[in-house]
C-alpha cells in the first residue's frame, strides 16, 4: 500500500503579511509607547499650560492655534525619534537580517514601514491635536485667543500641524533606512533639519531667505498656521515642499537599500 505524503504549500509573500509583520513588529517596540506618549502628553500638557497662564497683550499678534499646539515641538523631536527606531533600530539589533531573509525584495519592507509608522504617527496626532485645542480653549474665553472649530482655519490648521510632524517623521524615517545609524540619522536630523536652517538665517541675501521657507521644519510651521504673513509659504504650497523632501528621502533609502547588502 502507497503511503500518501502531504506537500507543504509554498510560502507565499503578499503585501498584507508584509505589513501585519510591521505592524506588530512596531507594537511590541517599548519605545513605540513612549514617544507616542511624549508626543501626545506635551503636547496637551503644555498647551494648558499656556492657556492657563495667558496675559493678553495688545502688542503681540498671537495665533491660537500654534499657541495651544506649541508642545508639538517636543512631539515634532519624539516622533522623529520613532522614525528613527523604526528603521536604523533595526539594523543595530541586527534583526534587520531575518526581515531582509523573510522579504528578499527589500523594498516592501520600506514601503511597509513607511505606510505603518504613517498611519500610527498621523492619527495619534490628529486626535492629540483636536483634543488639545478645546482643552486650551477652556482658559481662554473673553481673550484675544479665543477660537473655536467653527472659526475659518482652525481645523485646516489642527490638521496640517498634525500632517507636518508626520511627514518630517517620514523624512526621517528615510534617512534611518538610508544610513542605518541610530547615532548617525539623529546627526543628520539635527544638523540638517535643525542646525542648518538657523544657521543659514545668518546669510543677509533674499534668495537665500526666501528658499529656507522651503525646509521641513518651516514648511511645517506653514502647515500649522492659522494665518499667514508675508513671505511666508501658503500652506498648500508648505504641503507640497514637505512631500517632496518625504519622497526624496524615501527615494535615498529605496535606491541604497538595493545595492547595499544587508
Same mark, same amino acid.
Given at each position: 500500500?502507497?503511503?500518501?505524503?502531504?506537500?507543504?504549500?509554498?510560502?507565499?509573500?503578499?503585501?498584507?503579511?508584509?505589513?501585519?509583520?510591521? @505592524?506588530?513588529?512596531?507594537?511590541?517596540?517599548?519605545?513605540? @509607547?513612549?514617544?507616542?506618549?511624549?508626543?501626545?502628553?506635551?503636547?496637551?500638557?503644555?498647551?494648558?499650560?499656556?492657556?492657563?497662564?495667558?496675559?493678553?497683550?495688545? $502688542?503681540? $499678534?498671537?495665533?491660537?492655534?500654534?499657541?495651544?499646539?506649541?508642545?508639538?515641538?517636543?512631539?515634532?523631536?519624539?516622533?522623529?525619534?520613532?522614525?528613527?527606531?523604526?528603521?536604523?533600530? $533595526?539594523?543595530?539589533?541586527?534583526?534587520?537580517?531575518?526581515?531582509?531573509?523573510?522579504? &528578499?525584495?527589500?523594498?516592501?519592507?520600506? @514601503?511597509?514601514?513607511?505606510?505603518?509608522?504613517?498611519?500610527?504617527?498621523?492619527?495619534?496626532?490628529?486626535?492629540?491635536?483636536?483634543?488639545?485645542?478645546?482643552?486650551? $480653549?477652556?482658559?481662554?474665553?473673553?481673550?484675544?485667543?479665543?477660537?473655536?472649530?467653527?472659526?475659518?482655519?482652525?481645523?485646516?490648521?489642527?490638521?496640517?500641524?498634525?500632517?507636518?510632524?508626520?511627514?518630517?517623521?517620514?523624512?526621517?524615517?528615510?534617512?534611518?533606512?538610508?544610513?542605518?545609524?541610530?547615532?548617525?540619522?539623529?546627526?543628520?536630523?539635527?544638523?540638517?533639519?535643525?542646525?542648518?536652517?538657523?544657521?543659514?538665517?545668518?546669510?543677509?541675501?533674499?534668495?537665500?531667505?526666501?528658499?529656507?521657507?522651503?525646509? &521641513?521644519?518651516?514648511?511645517?510651521?506653514?502647515?500649522?498656521?492659522?494665518?499667514?504673513?508675508?513671505?511666508?509659504?501658503?500652506?498648500?504650497?508648505?504641503?507640497?515642499?514637505?512631500?517632496? @523632501?518625504?519622497?526624496?528621502?524615501?527615494?535615498?533609502?529605496?535606491?541604497?537599500?538595493?545595492?547595499?547588502?544587508?
Amino acid at each position: 500500500m502507497s503511503t500518501a505524503t502531504a506537500v507543504p504549500a509554498p510560502y507565499r509573500l503578499t503585501s498584507r503579511g508584509i505589513l501585519r509583520s510591521e @505592524w506588530h513588529k512596531l507594537w511590541t517596540l517599548r519605545s513605540t @509607547w513612549i514617544m507616542l506618549g511624549v508626543a501626545s502628553v506635551f503636547t496637551v500638557v503644555l498647551g494648558m499650560i499656556l492657556a492657563a497662564t495667558y496675559t493678553p497683550s495688545p $502688542e503681540d $499678534e498671537i495665533d491660537p492655534v500654534m499657541n495651544a499646539l506649541l508642545g508639538t515641538q517636543v512631539g515634532q523631536v519624539a516622533i522623529a525619534v520613532l522614525g528613527i527606531l523604526l528603521t536604523a533600530g $533595526e539594523y543595530s539589533t541586527g534583526m534587520v537580517r531575518a526581515t531582509m531573509t523573510a522579504v &528578499p525584495r527589500r523594498l516592501p519592507v520600506l @514601503w511597509a514601514k513607511t505606510t505603518v509608522f504613517t498611519t500610527v504617527a498621523l492619527l495619534t496626532l490628529l486626535v492629540t491635536n483636536f483634543v488639545t485645542f478645546p482643552l486650551a $480653549e477652556l482658559f481662554l474665553g473673553g481673550t484675544d485667543l479665543e477660537a473655536s472649530f467653527k472659526d475659518p482655519g482652525v481645523v485646516r490648521a489642527l490638521a496640517g500641524s498634525a500632517a507636518g510632524t508626520t511627514l518630517i517623521g517620514v523624512i526621517v524615517l528615510g534617512l534611518g533606512s538610508a544610513l542605518r545609524s541610530i547615532p548617525g540619522t539623529i546627526g543628520a536630523y539635527v544638523g540638517g533639519l535643525i542646525l542648518l536652517p538657523q544657521l543659514a538665517t545668518m546669510i543677509p541675501n533674499d534668495t537665500v531667505q526666501d528658499l529656507l521657507n522651503y525646509f &521641513p521644519l518651516p514648511a511645517a510651521e506653514s502647515l500649522a498656521a492659522l494665518h499667514t504673513t508675508s513671505g511666508d509659504l501658503a500652506p498648500g504650497t508648505g504641503l507640497l515642499a514637505l512631500c517632496a @523632501w518625504a519622497v526624496a528621502s524615501l527615494a535615498a533609502a529605496a535606491i541604497l537599500l538595493r545595492r547595499r547588502d544587508v
